[in-house]
């Protein structure tokens, strides 16, 4: 009888998935979610249809027993594929050992914060709408970051739109689907912070990058970790009150038809290793019972539509990723005051004395000021020539205004266009006696002036010609105010996650034994102006991923010895760590000291087309530089000179150096260049017609260009000198014209005489 019944219940929710999950029901579902195709469905119909149906029987099938209420969400025409390419999780582990010391909680229940994720970021967020399909990626890392930053000003009574825009571009990720690790996100936040969606649109408007904004506008954050990466330690970080930041291991399977879990007793429990999206731990329940309870997280898997998930709280009190929570976690809250609002403004006509010379003046940030209003009769004011004026900042004193009735005016910062202005014809206006000789102006700081009331009548104006006063003409000099300072040094008391560097900065150096802690990172992608970088010795030693993309100014990258490395006057393989240097239009030098980047296993040099020399490492001591990493050199059309020091590249599987046609020498330390003896193992130089030296630094055994086992030679004619001595220990598979100079005596089989 049980069968019997059970097998009535199977066909009912069969034929009730099959009624559901119909074209007709999909058509509805693309309607509520149009973003996903434009308006335009017919082909992405055909793609994801049948994903779409299967998905459907699955939640038919499984709503009758599933503890908790499905739905459709907009991932429910996601296949598998589609669901793993939401993965913009660029952390891969927390990166924490286990903390064996356990940290009781100060409470065992916080109920849940829900914050401002009902925002519809697709519908009013053009640019984030493509990432909801199925091709593209999730940004839950971006609306993590907004949402927190708006939680945050929630909590202080302030009502604030924040920016994706600024998120998306000046945060900087060469690839936004990428994401960023949660060290880079709370070392982004500490500098730049965020703004505010009006100011954002206003600079868009204007024609700026919203990462000109200047600094006084911005909100930004402290960040305070966990006391231990585990699960009290966690606990008491999000009783703390303020947003709680995290990358999460979920199995974003579920989400195709779960959503919403706030009023469900039950919990999520399907996890993955991998951590998988971003969003915030809003709350936890801990009962007496060890392996009950649970953390509540909010996350965007696509941006325009937030899950709210119950996920299991484990055993476990040792490590966070117990707790379906992986990577590291922290809390933010708003650092220093509220930032400065300036609003464009019209300025009223000005009678200007004649003949005033042009002067040339910084530009100024003068604090906004309230005028109490003021009764000015009309005015006629003809042409006047006015020379353009650049202000500088300067710090204007609160300045207390006695009552005075003047009309409504608000005065803010305003760049003033250039204006024409002729001697003005007025009437007749009681001056008082006044005697003021040249001056001549300068930045002046302003001390607070209290100003007696005064009342002044309305005044009847007349076509007249303005008696002249003993104000005598004033003659301002010329006078030529040096820019606002390019040069941005690092000093020993300050750190790069902790100063706020100028985004129009040109010049920026670092000194020596800086920048050390694991928080302490450094993004040189926003820094559109900078033309010269200097970084000293034993510097950044947790820095994962340098990125010098699209600088377009930037002309010579110096870093000394033992920076960017774990590992002092050592080397390692770890697959995180990246150097990136690409699109630079004007960089010609690049210099990395011995021991800098020994445990780098990623170096990508592209679109540098006025690269002439590259030098790493040191000829004489070991240096180590990219021990195991990989090099290709392809199209650089001014590069002249290489030279990598002792054991440079000791281990990399692969060199390329292709289509360099300026390319005249080659210096290779001791053991440069020896390359790992798998069977992997490549060497490719093809189309290097001004190579004239490859050379090493010994004459006996230096090891260099050893261990490759696929040799490709190829059009090197001006080759006259080469001292590779126990070079080429394979020679099975080697490809050449033969016109390759004297790397012929190598290879007398391929290219006999």
């Known amino acids: 009888m049980h069968s019997f019944v059970l097998i009535i219940v199977m066909l009912m929710v069969k034929l009730r998935a099959i009624r559901m999950c119909s074209e007709e029901e999909y058509d509805d579902y693309l309607q509520k979610y149009s973003l996903k195709c434009g308006g335009t469905c017919d082909e992405y119909k055909r793609l994801h249809y049948n994903d779409f149906v299967a998905n459907c029987r699955d939640m038919m099938s499984l709503e009758s027993f599933s503890p908790y209420s499905m739905e459709f969400t907009i991932l429910t025409d996601f ?24 940290i009781v909680p100060d409470v065992d229940h916080i109920e849940p914060v829900y914050s401002t994720m009902e925002r519809e970021y697709c519908s009013n967020h053009p640019s984030l709408s493509q990432y909801a399909v199925s091709s593209n990626c999730s940004l839950s890392w971006v609306t993590m970051i ?36 949660m060290n880079e996100i709370a070392t982004r936040l500490r500098q730049i912070g965020l703004v505010r969606e009006e100011d954002a649109k206003h600079a868009m408007d204007e024609g700026e990058s919203v990462c000109s904004i200047p600094l006084s506008q911005h909100y930004r954050f402290d960040v305070q970790k966990p006391e231990g990466y585990n699960r009290g330690g966690l606990m008491n970080l999000v009783s703390g009150g303020n947003p709680v930041l995290v990358a999460i291991s979920m199995d974003l399977l579920q989400l195709r038809f779960v959503k919403d879990m706030r009023e ?15 969003g915030l731990v809003t709350g936890y329940v801990k009962t007496t019972e060890e ?96 020379a ?117 900065v040109e010049v920026i150096t670092v000194g020596d034994d800086m920048c050390n802690e694991e928080n302490d990172r450094i993004d040189l992608s926003k820094y559109v102006n900078l033309k010269n970088v200097s970084i000293g010795n034993d510097c950044f030693f947790y820095q994962d991923v340098l990125n010098l993309t699209g600088l377009h100014s930037l002309e010579r990258v110096m ?53 002439e020399l590259i030098e790493m490492g040191d000829m004489d001591s070991l240096s180590c530089s990219f021990y195991s990493a990989s090099l290709e050199l392809k199209n650089l059309p001014k590069l002249k000179s290489l030279l990598f020091g002792k054991r440079a590249f000791r281990d990399s599987s692969r060199l390329v150096l292709e289509n360099l046609p300026e390319l005249t020498s080659i210096q290779l330390g001791w053991n440069a260049f020896h390359f790992n003896d798998v069977e992997s193992s490549t060497l490719v130089m ?49 490809s050449t014209n033969c016109n390759i100079g004297e790397l012929k005596t190598f290879f007398t089989k391929q290219c006999p005489a």
């Open 79 to 102: 296949n598998k594929r589609d669901l793993q390419g939401l993965h913009d999780v660029q952390q891969k582990h927390s990166g924490r050992g286990s903390y064996y010391e356990e």
């Open 291 to 386: 392996v009950d309870g649970y953390w509540v997280f909010e996350g965007t898997p696509s941006p325009c539509e937030s899950v709210n998930v119950k996920l299991p709280m484990r055993a476990n009190e040792t490590n966070t990723d117990f707790a379906g929570i992986a990577g590291y976690a922290f809390a933010i809250a708003l650092k220093g005051g509220i930032p400065t609002t300036v609003a464009p403004t019209t300025v009223a006509p000005t009678t200007v004395a004649p003949s005033v010379a042009p002067t040339t003046v910084t530009p100024t940030t003068v604090a906004p000021t309230t005028v109490a209003p003021t009764t000015v009769a009309p005015t006629t004011v003809a042409p006047m020539t006015v």
């Open 686 to 734: 093809r189309n290097l017609p001004k190579l004239t030296s490859l050379t090493t630094t010994t004459l006996i055994n230096s090891y260099s260009f050893y261990y490759p086992r696929h040799i490709t030679l190829y059009d090197i004619p001006a080759l006259t000198t080469v001292t590779l001595p126990y070079a080429f220990y394979y020679k099975d598979d080697v």
């Open 388 to 504: 353009p004026t650049t202000m500088a900042p300067t710090t204007v004193a609160p300045t207390t205004v006695a009552p005075t009735t003047v009309a409504p005016t608000t005065v803010a910062p305003t760049t003033v266009a250039p204006t024409t202005v002729a001697p003005t014809t007025m009437a007749p206006t009681t001056v008082a006696p006044t005697t003021m000789a040249p001056t001549t102006v300068a930045p002046t700081t302003v001390a607070p002036t209290t100003v007696a009331p005064t009342t002044v009548a309305p005044t009847t104006v007349a076509p007249t010609t303005v008696a002249p006063t003993t104000v005598a003409p004033t003659t301002v000099a010329p006078t030529t105010v040096a820019p606002t300072p390019t040069l941005y040094p690092i000093t020993a008391n300050e750190c790069w996650s902790d100063t706020p560097v100028p985004l129009n």
């Open 559 to 611: 870093i000394g010895e033992n920076s960017f490395t774990k590992r002092k006057n050592d080397y390692g393989n770890d697959a995180n760590r990246k150097l990136y240097v690409k699109n630079c239009d004007a960089l010609k030098e690049l210099k990395i000291g011995r021991y800098s980047f020994s445990d780098y296993s990623v170096i990508e040099i592209e679109n540098v087309n006025s690269l």
């Open 264 to 278: 469900e007793e039950e919990v999520l429990r399907r996890s993955v290793y991998e951590p998988s999206i971003y």
């Open 146 to 181: 907004v949402n927190a930053g708006e939680r945050v000003l929630a909590q202080m009574g302030i009502n604030e739109r924040l920016s994706v825009d600024f998120v998306l571009q000046c945060y900087n990720r060469s690839d936004i689907c990428e994401g960023m690790t």
